[in-house]
């Protein structure tokens, strides 16, 4: 069984840094995409950014530049660096990814969530 588990959320002061990360474990034949979306209170689900297999990345205009993904492919891990963080960016973060596993069906799994905070 293919599972996500994000780590690394927390509280922070206004103008800090946080580095999440996601792992995927189980039998995985190979990762596409990975991602990180967040979902603050009463808002709709949004991406934070994106990542390809072959690390072409993409964001959303809002973030570029205090955003930063990255991923290890070896340790099927992705990571998103936050900084000059602003109460705005609190939201539970979540992580995704377009996984094929080595039996069964291709699809995108979900991690539960990490909860960052931003306090001014």
């Known amino acids: 069984q293919v599972q996500l588990v994000e780590s690394g959320g927390g509280l922070v002061q206004a103008g800090g840094s946080l580095r999440l990360s996601c792992a995927a474990s189980g039998s995985i034949f190979v990762i596409e995409y990975m991602a990180w979306y967040r979902q603050a209170p009463g808002k709709q689900r949004e991406m934070v950014a994106l990542?390809?297999?072959?690390?072409?990345?993409n964001y959303p205009d809002s973030l570029k530049g205090r955003f930063t993904i990255s991923r290890d492919n070896a340790k099927n891990t992705v990571y998103l660096q936050m900084n000059s963080l602003k109460p705005e960016d609190t939201a539970v973060y979540y992580c995704?990814?377009?996984?094929?596993?080595?039996?069964?069906?291709?699809?995108?799994?979900w991690g539960q969530g990490t909860q960052v905070t931003v306090s001014s």
């Open positions: 995704t990814a377009d996984i094929v596993p080595r039996t069964g069906a291709r699809g995108a799994r």
């Open positions: 990542i390809s297999r072959g690390g072409n990345t």
